[in-house]
């Protein structure tokens, strides 16, 4: 059943709640309570006429208990307010004639709603579209949306899974996002939350049992999707999955962390996801897409479910991350221990997975199965994103990290590589201003636990300082992007590199070509240099990049045949400091990277 208020005419609507335990379920609206009907399998239900949009209630539970709709469409009052019903029907979409965009040709953005602009709002972003579109970006990823304590959180203490936040503008205003996404041919991705709820005004456990202490997580209690009575859970999250299809007309759902959800059943909760949201997908004949994070490196969660995978279409990889970032940085700290040699990156580029079986000294012990014949489009790579940056104590973006020569390098890796590349907000114009972990509990008590919390996490990094208080508005206003800046002249040149990238991908066959089977790739740890070569019909490219902080000699292989440069990096038109690579390179050219240098090559005449 589809819980929550549901309009079934214009003023006609049902209510569903899920309470296996309680004795007695009633509406609570303005000074009157309406008893729920007693359904199968834990729910409670009623219908009622004369229900506009904009109606706010609780239930009441046995009698007694008032609290805010589990399934919860919008809370105009915040985590511990009424519910309010919205009706998906009364929003004047214009994307009938949309059909969204193959998963190979998305070229993602993240971003977080509250530190992308000034206003922090979801109106506020679509100003934003024409500037994204123009960068040649074909997929907008929204950060968590969902209902949180307060007015800044990163998204990840949601405890409303169906309601996106008032202070970004609710419901509609999602909506209104989501449509102008698609009238600029951008897909629309949201980033959900299936492996645990935020402290603050979660109430589930007064519905039924939502948690199980038979699993422990980072955050507590399990999500209780294999243990007794998990029939509603999984519902409950498979619903809520389908209405961001169905109500909001989401392409794509970025699932957070599902190694965090602890499963055990011969059926996973993840598995029956996909297979349901799939055939939503075929129901209706829109593309609906389910993007896994997980750092298991198991391929399970890309294989189909008659294999006995999860079925998922798309998957981060933070190997790809880790590999280019200690070769960028020399930081071997915590996980970075197991990679920092070229051939992590190459093998990266080859097959996807670094560590795939191999012993892992940060986990100490075997970790991962080879990703090679998992298909290179479904990979999303990224030299930054919201983890990376913002679990740092101060929130470092790259930029504050390595030299702009190497902000030109990971740009490069990460676009031209034979995945789908991912920026995160702000990365385009090399943004410096931190993106810091933010909260805005209104528990006093729960703000001073996670403040603390956050300084034992970093106790080991005290020489720098104590870590930002997540609960100081000023930690959340210092990390908002500074559009301003990207007219400044290292700023502009780098978000116009970008735009050479972006487009030397969708243009040249080469890079256009999702294929492992096509990529060559060699590494040199001695020289600290990379050799890519992309095999097509139409005429085969080499990049070639170099993670030395000096000038030097190309070393790392000389392919037969000639080449004519597309892209270099170090060339004076991108502030570089002067290009000593040729035009027309053969394999006895002479040629020299400048330090961090980068540069793509296209075949011009095979050698017979």
Not at 40 to 58: I, N, Q
Not at 486 to 504: K, M, N, S, W
């Amino acid at each position: 059943m589809i819980p929550g208020a549901v309009f079934l005419t214009e003023t006609r609507c049902r209510f569903t709640v899920w309470a296996p335990f309680r004795d007695a379920v009633a509406l609570a609206r303005e000074d009157i309570r309406i008893p729920l009907e007693r359904a199968d399998h834990g729910y409670w239900t009623v219908t009622l006429d004369d229900t506009p949009p904009g109606t706010r209630y609780r239930f009441v539970l046995d009698n007694e208990t008032e609290r805010p709709d589990p399934a919860s469409r919008f809370q105009p009052e915040g985590v511990h307010g009424p519910s309010e019903t919205v009706d998906p029907a009364r929003i004047p979409w214009t994307d009938a004639l949309w059909r969204g965009i193959p998963p190979e040709r998305m070229i993602f953005y993240e971003m977080h709603v509250g530190t992308f602009t000034p206003e922090g709002t979801f109106d506020a972003v679509i100003e934003k579209l024409d500037y994204l579109a123009g960068l040649g970006i074909t997929a907008l990823e929204i950060m968590p949306v969902s209902q949180f304590p307060g007015e800044r959180n990163w998204g990840y203490d949601g405890t409303y899974p169906f309601a996106p936040q008032n202070s970004y503008g609710g419901p509609e205003g999602l909506m209104r996002l989501v449509d102008a996404c698609h009238a600029r041919g951008l897909a629309a991705v949201l980033d959900v939350v299936y492996n645990h709820m935020g402290p603050e005004g979660n109430y589930l456990r007064d519905f039924g049992p939502y948690f199980t202490d038979r699993h422990r997580t980072p955050w507590g209690d399990a999500v209780n999707f294999d243990g007794p009575h998990n029939g509603g859970v999984r519902e409950f999250f498979i619903q809520n999955a389908i209405s961001w299809f169905r109500d909001y007309h989401f392409d794509a759902l970025r699932l957070d962390a599902v190694h965090g959800i602890y499963d055990l059943s011969a059926s996973p909760f993840l598995a029956e996801l996909t297979g349901r949201v799939g055939a939503f997908s075929r129901e209706t004949g829109r593309r609906a897409c389910l993007i896994a994070e997980s750092d298991l490196n198991d391929t399970k969660v890309m294989r189909s479910r008659d294999l006995g995978g999860y079925g998922f279409d798309v998957q981060w990889n933070d190997d790809f991350h880790h590999a280019l970032h200690t070769l960028l940085t020399d930081e071997r700290a915590g996980y970075y221990i197991d990679y920092g040699r070229t051939s992590h990156l190459v093998k990266a580029l080859r097959d996807g997975f670094v560590l795939s079986g191999e012993y892992s000294r940060f986990r100490e012990r075997n970790h991962g199965n080879s990703s090679r014949d998992i298909l290179a489009r479904g990979i999303v790579v990224f030299s930054q994103n919201h983890d990376q940056v913002g679990n740092r104590m101060l929130g470092d973006r790259l930029a504050s990290l390595v030299p702009f020569e190497a902000l030109k390098l990971a740009a490069g890796a990460v676009i031209l590589s034979p995945y789908l590349p991912l920026l995160f907000m702000g990365e385009e114009y090399g943004e410096d201003s931190p993106f810091l972990y933010f909260v805005s509990h209104t528990d006093p008590e729960l703000a001073r636990a996670v403040n603390e919390g956050r300084k034992r996490e970093f106790s080991g990094f005290l020489h720098q300082g104590e870590p930002p208080a997540p609960e100081d508005p000023d930690t959340f206003l210092r990390s908002k992007l500074r559009w301003d800046i990207r007219t400044e002249a290292g700023h502009a040149v780098l978000l116009r590199f970008y735009r050479q990238l972006i487009d030397l991908r969708k243009t040249v066959p080469a890079l256009a070509r999702l294929d492992k089977d096509a990529v060559e790739a060699y590494g040199s740890d001695t020289d600290r240099q990379v050799l890519v070569r992309r095999n097509h019909e139409d005429g085969d490219t080499l990049c070639i990049l170099s993670f030395s902080d000096h000038a030097t000699e190309w070393r790392c292989g000389r392919p037969e045949g000639k080449w004519r440069k597309l892209l270099d990096s170090s060339g004076p038109e991108w502030m570089g400091p002067g290009s000593r690579l040729p035009e027309r390179l053969e394999a006895d050219s002479p040629a020299f990277l400048g330090p961090y240098g980068f540069a793509v090559y296209l075949q011009e005449e095979i050698h017979e």
